[in-house]
């Protein structure tokens, strides 16, 4: 066959790429978890990209003459759950759009690349035919979602930066600014758009997120007054757009939009960046750098600097200077940061190329860089969360790491939050980790990171209206991320609001109907208001569709709606597959409690708290204010574990908890 006519192997578009051989869809090297209706629906779209597939070829294609389905709600379901994989949106479409009574367009540019490794960029070719997908269960990510600890959203949705399940770029014509954020005087806002590696080369993507990433932190810093930065994970929702600056500012309401890329051969760097002002699309300023590629540090440097000086000079003549530059680092040293923090933003903790190696391997070619003890001390608190390493050894670790890094630069916002959350979730220390959120806060007022983890730590300590506030605040700075949005939802769970909750999970549900962790605050909400039917139903429906070992949070929430409703066989068949799962630390202590509590065995109740105490383990800072506890309160023995923990007055004091007593 001729090779120009060959079925090509790959087709990319994006960020993506699809293996038409082994039906992958894959993002930056990850696998896309993706199931068959989908995957089908995606090969049909490239088949004919650029031309219209009416509605009856995909019926042909995906349900046959003899399958009986609700066609118009599993179509809307299947493309739902494929924008979701791509991170699109039906209202501002970057790959598929919807042709109104028609069906559907891919409208992105793609590249086929055949067996013989030779690719070719062009416009959607209509002519170009691929075979179907084979009949398979979804394609398994490499990393554990995050949704497997849904009360830990405040922690891991700043630890993981890039957040799972976003779902589409229409979130901020649904929601907009929100009045508890909105302040009487306005900020000038910057969205720094992803540097577009030009190299041909993915395995220099990590320079390209650490040149944004520290244009990001470096201007949030710069103005905190008069300049908000929007949030990473936002922009990096335009990696590889198409779409113009002026339709990225509109979607985002921003004031001005920067621009880059970078080019990397050999031993040379060359980099461009350009800042553009929304309103007329027009350019401030533009600089191109040719540099040597052997201190990365440096380069990165300058250029933050001269953008931010240069920012501050054209869009905020009163702006404080930056100040000196950052420390001298060895350059491995820094090399080897930022591959640690492109690995633990994907969650890839573990192994000789996983965020910790890498992350160690930089302080110790480099004893004296803050900045990497302070991602070191983040990624050990994500290996903890996601079940790699063990408690005690880890928090230590995570300790010093931060504690090191405040020792060498104390104006290190990630190190105070790092250490932060140690200060409350491990060593109970209250005060003083609130002492370190609000440091952070005053470094850098645009991190939606740390707005994120403040808002978990007052939900903690009862002080809901705050917390919600500070979610508030997070939304503006990262406007795309319903993760981000689902902690109202947790706030609101807390404080007992639960039809505020629904309501608020609701709107997430509309923009996104496969979130697991929205569909869960739903199915708990309804828990708590007594509707165990409605919880059992949309919990049986989540594990039908999430049954695997990441999703063990659904198996707990039935083992305790089954023991609600006083079906106790079936909450004590759940309770005993968890503690077999225990056993390989997939269910907690804690978990194991809150199940008997409803149980009604308060001897193995107190066990499993007891034992969650000695363990230190992170869930037990949501006892004081968790109803599944109610019950118990009065028991000496709570309250003597509830001593322990040294609550401050603010969740003691709380009217449910004064209704119980």
């Known amino acids: 066959m001729d090779q120009e006519a060959a079925v090509p192997r790959l087709v990319r578009f994006g960020a993506f790429e699809l293996d038409l051989i082994d039906k992958e869809l894959r993002r930056q090297g990850l696998r896309i978890k993706l199931h068959e209706k989908p995957l089908q629906i995606l090969l049909l779209l490239l088949e004919r990209a650029g031309q219209v597939v009416d509605r009856e070829d995909l019926r042909q294609r995906l349900w046959p003459a003899d399958t009986y389905v609700n066609f118009d709600a599993n179509l809307i379901t299947t493309l739902s759950n494929l924008r979701h994989a791509l991170g699109d949106s039906s209202d501002s479409p970057i790959f598929i759009e919807t042709i109104p009574r028609r069906g559907y367009r891919f409208v992105a540019p793609i590249t086929r690349l055949n067996d013989s490794t030779k690719s070719e960029t062009h416009t959607p070719d209509p002519t170009q035919t691929f075979p179907a997908p084979a009949e398979q269960p979804g394609i398994e990510t490499p990393a554990r979602e995050m949704a497997r600890f849904p009360r830990l959203l405040p922690v891991l949705a700043g630890i993981l930066l890039v957040a799972s399940g976003i779902a589409s770029l229409a979130y901020i014509y649904w929601f907009g600014p929100s009045t508890e954020a909105k302040g009487s005087s306005h900020k000038t806002t910057i969205l720094v758009t992803p540097f577009i590696n030009l190299s041909g080369d993915p395995k220099q993507d990590y320079l390209s997120e650490g040149l944004t990433d520290e244009l990001i932190t470096r201007l949030g810093q710069s103005s905190p007054q008069y300049l908000s930065v929007i949030a990473r994970s936002t922009s990096m929702q335009y990696e590889h757009s198409p779409l113009p600056v002026n339709q990225i500012a509109r979607q985002q309401k921003v004031d ?28 401030l300023w533009a600089e191109a750098y040719d540099r040597d590629a052997a201190n990365l540090l440096s380069i990165q440097s300058d250029v933050a600097n001269r953008i931010a000086e240069s920012l501050s000079l054209k869009v905020l003549p009163d702006a404080t200077s930056l100040g000196a530059p950052p420390e001298t680092v060895n350059s491995e040293a820094y090399d080897d940061y930022l591959k640690g923090i492109f690995a633990c933003n994907r969650a890839s903790l573990e192994g000789e190329e996983g965020a910790i190696q890498l992350l160690r391997r930089s302080v110790n070619e480099d004893p004296r860089f803050a900045r990497a003890y302070a991602a070191l001390a983040s990624c050990y608190g994500a290996s903890f969360h996601f079940g790699f390493l063990s408690s005690e050894a880890t928090h230590e670790q995570a300790k010093a790491a931060a504690l090191k890094a405040l020792e060498l630069d104390s104006s290190l916002e990630d190190a105070h939050l790092a250490l932060a959350n140690i200060l409350y979730e491990y060593d109970w220390d209250w005060a003083a980790s609130e002492r370190e959120f609000r440091r952070a806060l005053e470094i850098n007022p645009s991190s939606a990171s740390a707005h994120r983890f403040y808002s978990g730590y007052l939900t903690m300590v009862g002080r809901y209206d705050e917390a919600l506030i500070q979610v508030r605040m997070a939304q503006q700075l990262d406007p795309i991320s319903l993760d981000t949005r689902s902690m109202a939802c947790l706030v609101l769970n807390a404080s007992r609001e639960y039809k505020r909750a629904i309501e608020e999970c609701q709107k997430i549900l509309e923009l996104d109907p496969s979130s697991v962790l929205a569909s869960y605050y739903v199915a708990t909400a309804h828990l708590y208001l007594k509707d165990y039917a409605q919880s059992l139903s949309e919990l049986k429906k989540l594990r039908a569709a999430n049954n695997d070992s990441s999703h063990t949070f659904l198996l707990v929430a039935s083992a305790i709606a089954n023991a609600a409703e006083g079906n106790q066989s079936d909450a004590k068949k759940g309770l005993d597959e968890l503690l077999k799962l225990s056993k390989s630390s997939l269910v907690t202590p804690y978990e194991l409690a809150e199940v008997c509590s409803h149980l009604g065995d308060k001897d193995q109740t107190f066990a499993h708290l007891n034992e969650a105490l000695d363990q230190h383990s992170y869930d037990l800072v949501y006892l ?38």
């Open 624 to 661: 004081a204010s968790d109803a599944d506890f109610d019950e118990i309160r009065a028991d000496p023995r709570y309250q003597v574990i509830e001593r322990r923990l040294e609550y401050p007055n603010s969740v003691l004091e709380t009217p449910f908890r004064q209704a119980s007593k």
């Open 256 to 283: 001005y939009v920067l621009e880059g890329s970078f080019h990397r051969q050999g031993d040379q760097v060359h980099i461009t960046a350009q800042l553009f002002r929304a309103k007329d699309q027009g350019s």
